[in-house]
């Protein structure tokens, strides 16, 4: 089941391990990370940091790791699309904990992958199976009841479809089990079995007999508009067909677990073409090599976005491999001719930023703009919001309250898991999301505190920023970009760089007279 990762570059990956869960279940903290390295290594994502949390029970409210690490994400303090685990289980075994993290992400933003289970937190369906895995999670660790489990598993067992998306060639049908209970079955959708084949022959014969890469293959599907469900493919979505064994009759349930599942489904593709087809994938792959050197020395990626499709720009090599280029997600996945916008030097893109930065940014008059602006808006904070936030908090928590009563109703059996009840759950968890929003924005302007200056300490940051500039390395600068740049730009001839007002004059507030303007303290320097 391909996961939808477009615009997905950079992670930050979390490994947990309680005493005495890492022989029984083969959850070591190395075996974590190696997964976990592996998954990224294979779809071009870097992990920007790893947090790990030691001999912590899931069960507990407690994880520093796991707290500092919603944190970092949240406040862009680590600049990241989001978190990876290897199981839905490392994030914590207490739904109310686990729930709470994975929509503050969401609020920002941010997506949480679980790699053994395919799961990704942007997917509405695939949201729904982690709730529900999370809520197993925590019914497994009370031993109250596996019941949401064992009933995936019995399902599984018994030849029938989970839930969440399927591959395409595939739908689902309603069939009656022998107690007449309404289950689904995966049968093949006559209709997209030939864009399955398709996708396999092209990697095996190609055009004239040679087999075609991934990105050749997404490239020439998407030209003569064979979509995916509508979607365009891009070399991640063809990987995973060209890899899902789905294909030769094998639906992996708890896929790469030690209690995976093998579906039996009817096959698209025979085994010995799936054999060949691996091969071919294998021999094209990337030199590791290459894409490393990449990605050591990459100033604006995670800030720079397309101003066409929207997308990250990242690094990629030109045609004779001379320069460095930035490019857009989209033409990297789905070819050149999928996004109309420039392709630009990396050594060019990056002084002129830099330009931009000194001139514009870090220019004493736009800090002074800055300030009195933020000022204004800081005394027009009312007596009002005080009252709106007590509301808004009272609200939040009944909701929550009502949610925990349902998850608690599912895990003793009392009522079951339909489409009724998903989308009443769905309702309340948005509404939640819609309250926490507005809390947290009120909640900021409230706290908004900034130290008073004057011109002649603006003046003074700004000629030590220029100094800054001169000395510091790519990493030391990008720090500092992490610190006020939220995001930049890219349209034909022209740059855009949004930052945060707030961010910027805090900066200044907090450089003292004397010192040499360093790194600020707030700012992780990752590797
Ligand atoms: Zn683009």
């Given amino acids: 089941m391909a996961m939808n990762l477009d615009g997905i570059t950079r992670l930050v990956g979390y490994r947990r391990v309680s005493t005495g869960e890492q022989v029984s279940e083969g959850f070591s903290l190395e075996g974590q990370m190696s997964d976990i390295l592996t998954w ?63 929509d503050e992400l969401k609020r920002h933003g941010k997506v949480v992958i679980s790699i053994s289970e395919n799961l990704i937190s942007n997917d509405p369906s695939s949201d729904f199976v982690f709730n529900m895995l999370g809520c197993a999670n925590e019914l497994q660790s ?56 398709k996708i396999f022959d092209l990697s095996l014969h190609g055009k004239y007999g040679q087999g075609l890469g991934v990105l050749a293959i997404a490239s020439k599907l998407n030209k003569e508009g064979t979509l995916n469900r509508g979607t365009k493919w891009n070399r991640n979505k ?72 929207g997308l990250n720009l990242t690094l990629d090599y030109g045609k004779n491999a001379q320069y460095l280029y930035y490019k857009c997600t989209t033409k990297r996945n789905c070819g050149p001719q999928s996004c109309s916008c420039p392709t630009i030097r990396k050594d060019k893109l990056e002084e002129a930023v830099k330009r931009v930065l000194l001139e514009k940014v870090f220019n004493f008059e736009h800090i002074l703009q800055n300030y009195s602006e933020l000022r204004e808006i800081t005394k027009n904070l009312s007596k009002s919001d005080q009252g709106k936030i007590l509301r808004q908090s009272k609200k939040c928590n009944s909701i929550k309250g009502r949610l925990s009563n349902l998850y608690n109703q599912i895990g003793d059996g009392i009522i079951v898991i339909d489409s009724t009840l998903k989308e009443h759950i769905e309702a309340l968890r948005s509404e939640l999301l819609t309250t926490e929003n507005e809390l947290s924005h009120m909640q900021n302007r409230l706290n908004l505190k900034i130290f008073k200056f004057g011109k002649t300490k603006a003046q003074y940051f700004c000629r030590q920023i220029v100094e800054f500039f001169k000395k510091a390395n790519d990493e030391i600068i990008k720090s500092l970009l992490l610190a006020v740049v939220k995001e930049i730009k890219v349209f034909d001839g022209e740059v855009q760089i949004k930052g945060s007002k707030y961010q910027l004059v805090d900066l200044v507030s907090k450089a003292k007279k004397g010192t040499p303007l360093e790194v600020p303290s707030f700012v992780t320097v990752w590797q």
């Fill in 40 to 102: 990224a290594e294979r779809n071009n994502i870097e992990i920007v940091k790893w947090y790990s949390d030691e001999g912590v029970s899931g069960k507990s409210f407690k994880r520093p790791q796991f707290d500092l690490m919603v944190s970092d994400l949240c406040t862009d303090n680590v600049l990241a699309d989001g978190a990876v685990f290897y199981t839905t289980s490392r994030m914590g075994r207490r739904i109310s904990v686990t729930a709470t993290a994975k």
């Fill in 142 to 197: 009370m031993q109250i009841s596996d019941d949401v489990k064992n009933r995936l598993t019995d399902t599984a067992s018994n030849g029938y479809y989970t839930g969440g998306s399927f591959p395409i060639g595939y739908m689902t049908i309603e069939v009656k089990d022998q107690n007449n209970k309404t289950r689904k079955k995966l049968v093949v959708n006559e209709d997209e079995r030939s864009i399955a084949e």
């Fill in 238 to 309: 063809i990987d995973y067909t060209l890899n899902d064994t789905t294909y030769i009759g094998e639906n992996r349930f708890r896929k790469g677990r030690p209690d995976e599942i093998i579906i039996k489904v009817p096959p698209i593709i025979s085994r010995k073409m799936f054999e060949e087809v691996q091969k071919g994938l294998k021999s094209r792959q990337p030199k590791n090599t290459e894409s490393k050197g990449i990605r050591s020395c990459t100033l604006l990626t995670g800030f720079l976005k397309c101003s066409v499709c």
